[in-house]
C-alpha cells in the first residue's frame, strides 16, 4: 500500500452543524456537492476532509453504530482502477488482515471495501471516479 491517505472521514451526529463549523469556524475550503449529497468535502491538500452522518458512516462499513465496533471515523486509501482495489484486497487476505467489508459496488458510483489494522482503526480502500488524488 503505498503510504498515503486520501480522506480522513468523520461520522457525525449533525451533518449541517458540522460542515457550518469546519466551514465558517475553521474557513476550510468547501468542495461544491449537490445540496441533496449527504456528504461534505473539505480539501486539505491532497488529503480531504469528509464529514458523514456517523449512521451511514457505520452502516456503509458494515457495523453497528452502538459505540462498541465503531469508532466514528475511518481513513481512506484510493486507488486508481477496481483491479487495483481487488489486488490489495488479496494481499491483505493474504496476510490475514481482518477484512470487514470486501470490496463491492459501491451507490455513490465507485468500487470499496473495508479492513481492520491490528488496533481495529477502520480503513476503506477505494476506486472514486470523481476524486482526483488517486
Known amino acids: 500500500m ?6 480522513i472521514t468523520l ?5 449541517d452543524r458540522a460542515t457550518r463549523f469546519y466551514a465558517d469556524v475553521l474557513k476550510l475550503p468547501r468542495i461544491p456537492m449537490p445540496d441533496d449529497a449527504g456528504v461534505s468535502f473539505f480539501e486539505m491538500g491532497k488529503t480531504w476532509l469528509s464529514l458523514f452522518p456517523r449512521e451511514e458512516l457505520a452502516k456503509d462499513a458494515g457495523l453497528a453504530n452502538d459505540g ?3 469508532a466514528g471515523f475511518t481513513l481512506a486509501h484510493n486507488l ?3 483491479e487495483a482495489v481487488d489486488a490489495l484486497f488479496a494481499e491483505l487476505r493474504a496476510a490475514n488482515v481482518k477484512i470487514v467489508k ?4 459501491a451507490p455513490w458510483g465507485g468500487y470499496s471495501g473495508y479492513f481492520a489494522d491490528s488496533e481495529g482503526f477502520l480503513w476503506e480502500v477505494a476506486w472514486n471516479p ?5
Open 80 to 82: 486508481g482502477s477496481i
Open 2 to 7: 503505498e503510504p498515503r491517505i486520501s480522506f
Open 68 to 70: 462498541g465496533g465503531f
Open 102 to 105: 470486501p470490496p463491492h459496488r
Open 11 to 15: 461520522g457525525v451526529a449533525d451533518l
Open 130 to 134: 470523481h476524486f482526483p488524488h488517486a
